[in-house]
T-cell receptor, first 114, second 111 residues
Framework: DAGVIQSPRHEVTEMGQEVTLRCKPI?????LFWYRQTMMRGLELLIY????????DSGMPEDRFSAKMPNASFSTLKIQPSEPRDSAVYFC????????????FGSGTRLTVV | GQQLNQSPQSMFIQEGEDVSMNCTSS?????WLWYKQDPGEGPVLLIA?????ELTSNGRLTAQFGITRKDSFLNISASIPSDVGIYFC???????????FGKGTRLSVIA
């Protein structure tokens, strides 16, 4: 089992550029979560999907953020245009819906917007 | 919004010492989880608790689900250098809603 795979591990971009973060969940997991981690706010849920359908995106900070899950094995989180305050570590996690909350997290993408 | 309050925020201990940390909330939780995050990695589940009063161990780690269902505790016995990291408590606000996380307790172990 390769676990949850996120790419890239690190991303440095200039303000105003589009950023796309990618996630491959564990096969057989039908819930996928995007979290953002900062020193000030800790781990915040941005959006989650059940069976590829977005359920709650109330955590997405602005319209500049969007997420898709076109199939069970792939999800993207896009920021357009990026701003310095978007700098954070973005985590993807997956689990079995209705399971015991044993989320498996990826290793994260550290985003720096300059 | 709903908060899970963890204390202490950080701690420095000598190798071999025992560690205690806790997590509290103003609301009732029906599930409590403890995660550990190593530097540069994502959080990893350590212990899951599903019943008030439950005491569960995983090696040198022991966690308890408070009887009020508004708190939980994590103890680490005989700490070792690889215990270094950030420990998070987490729980679902209700039903099958996603996990909310505390801000973590950062543990440093001095050899």
């Amino acid at each position: 089992d390769a676990g949850v795979i996120q790419s890239p591990r690190h991303e440095v971009t200039e303000m105003g550029q589009e950023v796309t973060l990618r996630c491959k969940p564990i096969s057989g997991h039908n819930s996928l979560f995007w979290y953002r981690q900062t020193m000030m706010r800790g781990l915040e849920l941005l959006i989650y999907f059940n069976n590829n359908v977005p359920i709650d995106d109330s955590g997405m900070p602005e319209d500049r953020f969007s997420a898709k899950m076109p199939n069970a094995s792939f999800s993207t989180l896009k920021i357009q245009p990026s701003e310095p305050r978007d700098s954070a570590v973005y985590f993807c996690a997956s689990s079995r819906f209705g399971g015991n909350y044993g989320y498996t997290f990826g290793s994260g993408t550290r985003l720096t917007v300059v | 919004g709903q908060q899970l309050n963890q204390s202490p925020q950080s701690m420095f201990i000598q190798e071999g010492e025992d560690v205690s940390m806790n997590c509290t909330s103003s609301s009732i939780f029906n599930t409590w989880l403890w995660y550990k995050q190593d530097p540069g990695e994502g959080p990893v589940l350590l212990i899951a608790l599903y019943k008030a009063g439950e005491l569960t161990s995983n090696g040198r780690l022991t966690a308890q689900f408070g009887i009020t269902r508004k708190d939980s505790f994590l103890n680490i016995s005989a700490s070792i250098p690889s215990d270094v990291g950030i420990y998070f408590c987490a729980g679902p606000l209700s039903g099958n809603t996603p996990l909310v996380f505390g801000k973590g307790t950062r543990l440093s172990v001095i050899a």
